[in-house]
């Protein structure tokens, strides 16, 4: 499967941002899905993980109420929803598929795309 993260952008602190990632060559509905963010210079961090149908989410405590995951299978795309965003969330936004739900490292995932770049001003 290949994968497509945009929503990216500049945003002011307080703000919300939908990112989207799409899904092509195979049926997002196979994967678990999840989405991680890269400081530069730093590892992939995990930001949040969903279930094949949307009734498992998962999240970093550092996005807990603040950021939210959601699958549309139908449509072969996976979103997350972030609001009140602070200028620590400025990173690049990776989207991943991965067999399994207990995955909060990228490696665990078999499958990710291109990043998009979130920066949030002061």
């Known amino acids: 499967v290949q994968l497509q993260a945009s929503g990216g952008g500049l945003v002011q602190a307080g703000g919300s941002l939908r990112l989207s990632c799409a899904a092509s060559?195979?049926?997002?509905?196979?994967?678990?899905m999840g989405w991680f963010r890269q400081y530069p210079g730093k590892e992939h961090e995990f930001v949040a993980s969903i279930s094949h149908s949307g009734g498992r989410t998962r999240y970093a405590d550092s996005v807990r109420g603040r950021f939210t995951i959601s699958r549309d299978n139908a449509k072969n795309t996976v979103y997350l929803e972030m609001s009140n965003l602070r200028p620590e969330d400025t990173a690049v936004y990776y989207c991943a598929a991965g067999p399994r739900e207990l995955a909060y490292t990228l490696t665990d995932y078999d499958h990710w795309g291109q990043g998009t770049q979130v920066t949030v001003s002061s």
């Open positions: 060559g195979r049926a997002v509905s196979s994967y678990y």
